[in-house]
């Protein structure tokens, strides 16, 4: 199994409502990444998890929290998020930092 | 502050023409260095990577790339062009703890 999953594809949320987004892996990595990708943009890194610790949050605003809950899973809660939130999220993972990232094929997150 | 530049935002090629997508990045100390492509309708994966010893590194599907620490630069080439090509190309890099990715290059590729 050599994919990263990622749930839902789609979300649209409100700015007062809480959500949170889901990647998966079974490749055994021990980093996993989140970024955030806007329309005709290159990934921006939000946060990096290594051995389920996280080891990089490039100043990311509090109203998004990352949650590493075992080596396989990463979640990304939402609450009270901005119009200029909406954007492609994308979770990535390799065996080990800095290693080549396998990537998710994204959430694409609508906040109204 | 570590940045990547990629200078070419658009390039239309006919079919088996030769390949050279520059990147060019800012960082003073050790890098790892990843070029990664999106095609149309799917996630990004990577094509190749440099982290060290030999500077010119082979990647999937032809193509390849090589590390000029003088010139900072990590250019990505392809003998010949295939319509398949057609994708938009990234390059990345890792410092210290930052990763970075540039701005992306269209690659269009006429039949």
């Not at chain 1, 007062?16 to 990708?37: D, F, I, P, V």
């Not at chain 1, 809660?77 to 939130?85: G, N, T």
């Not at chain 2, 094509?47 to 999937?60: A, N, Q, R, T, W």
């Amino acid at each position: 199994d050599t994919e990263v999953t990622q749930t839902p594809k789609h979300l649209v949320m409100g700015m007062t409502n809480k959500k949170s987004l889901k990647c998966e892996q079974h490749m055994g990595h021990r980093a996993m990444y989140w970024y955030k990708q806007k329309a005709k943009k290159p990934p921006e890194l939000m946060f990096v998890y290594s051995y389920e610790k996280l080891s990089i949050n490039e100043s990311v605003p509090s109203r998004f929290s990352p949650e590493c809950p075992n080596s396989s899973l990463l979640n990304l809660h939402l609450h009270a998020l901005q119009p200029e939130d909406s954007a492609l999220y994308l979770c990535a993972s390799s065996r080990l930092e800095p290693e080549p990232q396998y990537f998710g094929p994204g959430t694409r997150l609508l906040v109204l | 502050a570590q940045s990547v530049s990629q200078h070419n935002h658009h390039v239309i090629l006919s079919e088996a023409a030769s390949l050279e997508l520059g990147c060019n990045y800012s960082y003073g100390g050790t890098v790892n260095l990843f070029w990664y492509v999106q095609y149309p309708g799917q996630h990004l994966q990577l094509l190749l990577k440099y982290f060290s010893g030999d500077p010119l590194v082979k990647g999937i599907k032809g193509f390849e790339a090589e590390f000029i620490k003088s010139k900072f630069s990590f250019n990505l080439r392809k003998p010949s062009v295939q319509w398949s090509d057609t994708a938009e190309y990234f390059c990345a890099v890792k410092g210290t703890y930052k990763y970075i990715f540039g701005t992306g290059t269209r690659l269009k590729v006429l039949a």
